[in-house]
């Protein structure tokens, strides 16, 4: 054993950036530990694994301090009308999007955007576009999957003699019944 490890499995480290994401000017420190561990030569692959971020975004930190100096870290005002899903109404979608629809009243098997668009509407009084619904179903982790084609298993011997049908169809006859 290490003489200094983490021992609880809740601990992970989507667990932690989670925290840091949640908690004001916890984000920060992540931005900071990053840039230094650039700074001290480690790779940027190493650092974004480290903290699950993109290269993209590691990129832009980098290129910030280095224009505007350690204040380049900050967060500052960002133009736009702020989201209508404030903090306690994503956590009770994502409480909600854990059930299925039909426990709502609704007639859907699955959550898509436009769904979301009438759920929020009706117990949260939010209004937003089925685009935007369906960007915040990826961001909370759903995504879509597609409906599959599913065959019906034949029988044996009606899957044999369709075969034999098939073989016959070859030299003319096709062999089908209807």
């Known amino acids: 054993m290490k003489a200094l490890s983490i021992?609880?499995?809740d601990v992970t480290p989507e667990a932690l950036l989670e925290l840091a994401t949640t908690t004001p000017g916890a984000w920060l420190g992540v931005k900071i530990?990053?840039?230094?561990?650039v700074q001290?030569?480690?790779r940027p692959t190493v650092v974004t694994e480290l903290f699950g971020i993109s290269r993209t975004t590691l990129t832009a930190w980098v290129h910030r301090v280095n224009r505007d100096g350690v204040t380049g870290l900050l967060e500052h005002s960002r133009p736009g009308r702020p989201s209508q899903l404030t903090p306690r109404i994503r956590r009770q979608v994502d409480a909600h999007l854990a059930h299925?629809?039909?426990e709502y009243g609704w007639t859907r098997a699955h959550w898509d955007g436009p769904m979301l668009v009438r759920h929020l509407r009706k117990y949260f009084g939010v209004r937003i576009k089925v685009?935007?619904?369906q960007n915040w179903l990826h961001h909370l982790g759903y995504r879509l999957k597609r409906a599959g084609y599913t065959y019906v298993q034949a029988h044996a011997e009606d899957a044999q003699q369709f075969q034999e049908s098939l073989k016959k169809g070859s030299s003319g006859k096709t062999g089908i019944t209807v």
Request: proline fraction near 6%; charged fraction near 10%; hydrophobic fraction near 55%.
């Open 100 to 102: 299925a629809p039909a």
């Open 33 to 37: 530990a990053a840039v230094l561990l």
């Open 40 to 42: 001290a030569g480690h």
């Open 7 to 9: 021992t609880r499995s």
């Open 131 to 133: 685009r935007q619904a």
